[in-house]
């Protein structure tokens, strides 16, 4: 069974920067694809930031310039480093595995504000 387990939300002010980090239990991890998605209230969650296994990223127009994912495959860990961050940035984010239809973490609140 995967287990995703998120980390480092918090609250920011505007302009701040955090580190999320998502360990995952799973097999084979360096052989999927990672991402991150982020969800307010009332509205579809959005992925911000992929990489595939072979190391390609891709971000959101949103978020582009500003978030970065990496990933750790000997810690079976993804991270999302967030920069410049503004208050239209908050929201609950969440790890994924394997894409839209793959697994996903229980999530981490991010809140941006001052």
Not at 16 to 25: I, M, N, T, Y
Not at 54 to 64: L, P, R
Not at 77 to 105: F, I
Request: glycine share 14%; net charge positive.
């Amino acid at each position: 069974q995967v287990q995703l387990v998120e980390s480092g939300g918090g609250l920011v002010q505007p302009g701040g920067s955090l580190r999320l980090s998502c360990a995952a239990s799973v097999r084979f991890f360096s052989t999927y694809a990672v991402g991150w998605g982020r969800q307010v209230p009332g509205q579809q969650r959005e992925l911000v930031a992929t990489g595939t296994n072979g190391g390609s990223t891709d971000y959101a127009d949103s978020v582009k310039g500003r978030f970065t994912i990496s990933r750790d495959n000997a810690k079976n860990t993804v991270y999302l480093q967030m920069n410049s961050l503004k208050p239209e940035d908050t929201a609950v984010y969440y790890c994924n595995l394997g894409g839209l239809r793959g697994h996903w973490g229980q999530g981490t609140q991010v809140t941006v504000s001052s």
